[in-house]
């Protein structure tokens, strides 16, 4: 991952303030302690970054080392934004004709660009990059610097780590198409964007587009059907044009809610969609939240806990509120759980037919709070994959030089308490395209959708 950027290189000063903010702010405010700190040492990996960042030499390595650094805490609501001056820089914003996912266990090229259109077949296989084996590559190279506990959740930081580079850098890939294996070498450049393929799939059946805006799609199928597509949950135009647009579908047959793409936005979009199919009151959401009371760290500094878990100390001394709040708070144990009701819940426009919503690893966040509230309800069945497996609320910490900082300070779970951080919403159908379907350029997972909502 080495750059040669020529943008200004912070002074020291800023860098250790920076750094000791961060490590200050997720000690302090970071979610997932109980779970973290039994493999990480908060601390110790802060005196480990402190002379790494010293030592880097222009403004893109440092924020690397904040990345690594921030990385450990391996949560995908949890993160470090460049600043945009190393977005501008050509030594790291230049980009290999390419793009690429993760797709079947594999890493493929998903588009390409015009320049280098004679010499890569779209969807060829990536075996080697740079001589070295893919996974090897990416595992050394990328993952120190992004959360990674679902490979297919972090494709798009992957394609970003392998693509972005300095201008005129080259890389030798090994690709694979039909059992024939070739090597090409492609070089980064600035400002091309004209890439060859685009989503328009090969349709199999009449599909009409009724509504598109951008908040939402709506087409119908020749039999009634309602495909409803949501791309984002941050637009928050979409609950009144979703419900101005309610008498173009409310008497399809039954839906098809599409948020293979949705990365999340705001969750109470997510619950005017979901009132839209639920008509009684439900509830959206079971969190955790981690509360320190300094004075209950004191007093706990004197008491011998030793090793013991609390479950053994409240077998012993008795399960004392106060003993309790002694015990966990100094080891960030101690959470306030939060449940709550939708303020969208019994509208007179609701929704009974069947409904399937279409999933992928890339349906996260707020999308991922919707799915969780579906099958609490049990009013959909999802076909597709499991979701991206990180939701919350974010911290957003603004550096002064140039960058931002998201720290996740609340726990979600599954209204029942199952956990989905880290797993993602699991399928009830499962279902992820072929390469052979990815090839023939027909959209297989909408079709299986289709299929499953018409055998209800």
Not at 287 to 293: D, F, G, K, T
Request: aromatic residues 10%; proline residues 4%.
């Amino acid at each position: 991952m080495k750059n040669t950027t020529k943008s200004d290189n912070p002074h020291d000063e800023l860098k250790i303030y920076e750094l000791s903010l961060i490590w200050k702010e997720a000690a302090y405010n970071f979610a997932f302690w109980e779970e973290r700190q039994r493999t990480l040492d908060w601390d110790a990996a802060y005196r480990k970054a402190l002379p790494a960042v010293l030592r880097t030499q222009n403004l893109y390595e440092y924020y690397l080392e904040l990345t690594k650094f921030v990385a450990l805490l391996r949560d995908g609501h949890t993160n470090v934004g460049m600043p945009q001056a190393v977005m501008d820089a050509p030594e790291y914003s230049s980009k290999l004709p390419i793009s690429i996912m993760y797709a079947n266990g594999e890493y493929v090229v998903s588009n390409v660009k015009r320049v280098a259109g004679d010499l890569i077949k779209r969807w060829s296989v990536i075996k080697k990059i740079d001589g070295q084996d893919i996974r090897k590559y990416v595992h050394d190279k990328i993952f120190p610097y992004i959360w990674h506990e679902k490979i297919d959740s972090a494709s798009w930081d992957i394609n970003h780590y392998i693509t972005n580079g300095p201008l005129g850098s080259q890389v030798v890939f090994e690709l694979e198409y039909d059992g024939q294996t070739n090597t090409i070498t492609l070089e980064r450049t600035k400002g091309d964007t004209d890439w060859l393929y685009n989503d328009d799939f090969q349709a199999l059946e009449k599909i009409e587009e009724v509504y598109t805006s951008d908040s939402h799609k709506i087409e119908m199928t020749h039999d009634g059907i309602a495909i409803i597509t949501i791309d984002t949950m941050m637009n928050d135009d979409l609950p009144k044009e979703i419900h101005a647009n309610f008498p173009l579908f409310k008497n399809a047959r039954g839906y098809v809610l599409d948020i293979r793409h949705n990365g999340g936005g705001n969750s109470n979009n997510s619950d005017v969609v979901a009132s839209l199919f639920i008509h009684d009151p439900f509830q959206n959401q079971r969190s955790l939240h981690p509360i320190h009371i300094g004075a209950y760290k004191a007093w706990g500094s004197f008491q011998d806990f030793g090793d013991k878990t609390w479950e053994e100390i409240a077998a012993e001394r008795g399960s004392h509120d106060w003993l309790e709040r002694m015990y966990k708070i100094p080891r960030q144990m101690h959470y306030e759980e939060l449940t709550s009701n939708s303020q969208f819940a019994g509208t007179e426009n609701t929704l009974h037919a069947p409904l399937v919503v279409l999933t992928t690893a890339n349906t996260g966040s707020a999308a991922e709070d919707l799915l969780v509230i579906f099958e609490h309800k049990k009013r959909a069945t999802f076909v597709g994959t499991a979701s991206y497996g990180s939701t919350g609320q974010p911290l957003n910490i603004s550096l002064e030089s140039g960058g931002s900082v998201r720290i996740c300070t609340r726990h979600n779970t599954h209204i029942d308490g199952r956990e989905f951080i880290n797993i993602g919403v699991q399928p009830h159908v499962h279902f992820e395209p072929s390469l052979t379907d990815l090839r023939s350029n027909v959209d297989t997972h909408m079709y299986k959708g289709l299929d499953v909502l018409r055998s209800m």
